[in-house]
């Protein structure tokens, strides 16, 4: 064999064996590196090599021995989540959050706004620089820094090439978000459907940490749906599963903006709870002021949630019976009605879905709230980041500086 094949060979079986031991670290929480080698099947010459490189690299911590055991205590090990940063954005149709995460997904800094001009994606990027370079100043000096942006938005995204496909409720069509982002900011950018985002936000931080098939939907101004089945997202042969929010529930229904006609999104999302209440008592108002009003048991606000979650049970009971999840979570801005919105929703599932009598689900409101897409996206960035050899992690690049005119 050429000897220069046999030493990349190695360099690369090193690289591979870090990310290994760093990923053990990430996810077991403190451990010792006998336990390590355990888990990891390496002896524990590697393991001690290994070990310390992370440590040199600032990605893992000594934090004090074991609790009293046989012999030598062992020293335990943790790894670093305060060495680096991840930005997560939620970009919805009327505004912006952006969040600031440790390498675990911990939130540790938030920003956001209103869009001024949503339908217009130079306007919407010239805001998103404005807010990731805002928050990024609040940031502390780390090791690595920021090490990537991720972005969840309402509509049919292409993943793997971050071009939002077509995005209805913001009117946008074959934007290369991905591309246009990072021509402002020198970091990687991961552009991903917004539910999808949530869900993973979930399974990261919120309810679905321990579960293995989880249900995500993100019921705003439309609905999104993200699905999470072993363990994994479900993203489809081109990257549109889940657009559950364009299923028909009413086939002579209203115009939805994707130009079909009763679209779930058309009857079950903060959009049709708008038009509901006005329908009903002849004033406009937005979702926020009809919830306080539901808080105050006014009827035509009561009677339109009603509505809103009898058909937001009615296409649940449609992805249980599809897909049958373990656990269901409404998240977005209707996951602010609580319990005045699950009652209604578990009373039609219970008597419209086929498997509820034969399989245990869960249906809750999201624990995170409107951060629950935000921290999605900054798991895209951990996920990528810290996948494969660790040869690419390294320090950031940086901001470029400002949005050009």
């Known amino acids: ?74 020293i335990l090990l943790l790894f670093n989540a305060n060495a680096g940063f991840a930005l997560g954005i939620d970009l919805e149709v009327d505004f912006v959050r952006v969040v600031a995460t440790d390498l675990s997904g911990q939130i540790v800094q938030t920003q956001e706004c209103s869009l001024t001009h949503p339908e217009h994606p130079q306007s919407v990027l010239g805001q998103l620089v404005e807010q990731i370079q805002t928050l990024v100043g609040q940031l502390p000096p780390t090791p690595f820094g920021v090490v990537g942006i991720g972005v969840g938005v309402p509509g049919l995204v292409d993943y793997r090439r971050g071009i939002v496909i077509n995005a209805p409720n913001l009117g946008w069509r074959d934007i290369h978000l991905k591309a246009l982002l990072e021509s402002y900011v020198n970091l990687p950018v991961y552009v991903d459907n917004e539910a999808n985002a949530g869900a993973l936000g979930e399974k990261m931080r919120g309810a679905g940490r321990d579960v293995s098939d989880l249900v995500y939907i993100s019921a705003g101004v439309g609905i999104g749906v993200g699905i999470i089945v072993n363990h994994e997202l479900i993203r489809g042969a081109q990257g549109m599963a889940g657009e559950f929010g364009h299923m028909t529930v009413e086939p002579q229904g209203l115009r939805c903006g994707c130009g079909n006609q009763g679209c779930w999104e058309m009857y079950a999302s903060e959009k049709a709870l708008v038009d509901q209440y006005r329908r009903l008592s002849g004033r406009s108002l937005n979702s926020a002021a009809i919830l306080s009003l539901v808080a105050e048991n006014e009827n035509f606000a009561l009677e339109s949630l009603q509505s809103i979650g009898q058909y937001l049970g009615i296409g649940i009971a449609n992805i249980l019976n599809g897909l049958n999840p373990s656990l269901v979570i409404i998240g977005n801005r209707l996951g602010r009605a609580g319990d005045r919105l699950l009652g209604p929703v578990l009373h039609t599932v219970q008597s419209r879905c086929f498997i509820a009598p034969y399989s245990e689900v869960k249906i809750q409101m999201s624990a995170l709230g409107l951060d629950t897409c935000a921290i999605g996206a900054a798991s895209l960035v951990l996920h990528e980041y810290f996948a494969g050899p660790l040869g690419q992690v390294h320090p950031p690049m940086g901001l470029t500086g400002s949005l050009k005119a």
């Open 1 to 74: 064999m050429n000897p220069m094949t046999r030493t990349g060979d190695q360099a690369f079986v090193k690289e591979l064996n870090l990310s290994i031991v760093l990923n053990v670290l990430r996810f077991q929480g403190t451990v010792s590196r006998t336990q390590i080698a355990k888990l990891t099947g390496l002896n524990k010459a590697t393991i001690s090599s290994l070990v310390d490189e992370l440590i040199t690299k600032q990605l893992v911590i000594e934090v004090g021995r074991a609790p009293s055991q046989v012999g030598r205590r062992p």
